[in-house]
T-cell receptor
């Protein structure tokens, strides 16, 4: 069965700095897809960025980028130049052959002025 | 404007009653899903539909019944409600059904069962 582990429960940073959130996954699928979502204070779940397992290049979207280390089954999320509005809970998720998203427990990010 | 509309946003029910959670998506997507978020637990997959056809069901209880009257609608009927059903229920959609698809979520319905 697939599994996603986010070991950081919460992170606090000062705005305009860079933050990295860790995510380790388990899967037996040879092809799989990794996603990062954030959940805002209002409860809305927003898609941020994805990494397809067959792609070696790390995905980048705006000020979000991924650190994909396939041999370590790791997909870290990097947010550069953090803003107050980035404060949210960040979820890592994986989907393999079964087409179901398996989620981690999330990392709460607080960006302080 | 929200592209995936869930109604109501908040719902309070008594044990044993029945409720329907509404979901409509205006993204032109062919696949729709229900996920549940309970306290201290990861988001949990419940159902997936493609072109109004049930593709996968991970919900053991038959008390949870999805209903799709149109391709862009996927409601969730819950019968004989229990306090353990208290959670936020999220509807999601994707362009097509499949592992490579990115899911987009509605804002959720927070259900409290007393």
């Amino acid at each position: 069965a697939q599994k996603v582990t986010q070991t950081q429960t919460s992170i606090s940073v000062v705005e305009k700095t860079t933050v990295t959130m860790d995510c380790v996954y388990e899967t037996r699928d040879s092809s799989y897809f990794l996603f990062w979502y954030k959940q805002t204070a209002s409860g809305e779940i927003v898609f941020l960025i994805r990494q397809d397992s067959y792609k070696k290049e790390n995905a980048t979207v705006g000020h979000y980028s991924l650190n994909f280390q396939k041999p370590k089954s790791s997909i870290g999320l990097i947010i550069t130049a953090t803003q107050i509005e980035d404060s949210a809970v960040y979820f890592c998720a994986i989907v393999g052959d079964n087409s179901k998203l398996i989620w981690g427990l999330g990392t709460s990010l607080v960006v302080n002025p | 404007d929200p592209k995936i509309i869930q109604k109501p946003k908040y719902l309070v029910a008594v044990t044993g009653s029945e409720k329907i959670l509404i979901c409509e998506q205006y993204l032109g997507h062919n696949a729709m899903y229900w996920y549940r978020q309970s306290a201290k637990k990861p988001l949990e997959f419940m159902f997936s539909y493609s072109y109004q056809k049930l593709m996968d069901n991970q919900t053991a209880s038959s008390r949870f019944q999805p209903q799709s009257s149109k391709k862009n609608h996927l409601d969730l009927q819950i019968t004989a409600l229990k306090p353990d059903d208290s959670a936020t229920y999220f509807c999601a959609s994707s362009r097509d059904w499949g592992s490579a698809e990115t899911l987009y979520f509605g804002s959720g319905t927070r259900l409290t069962v007393l």
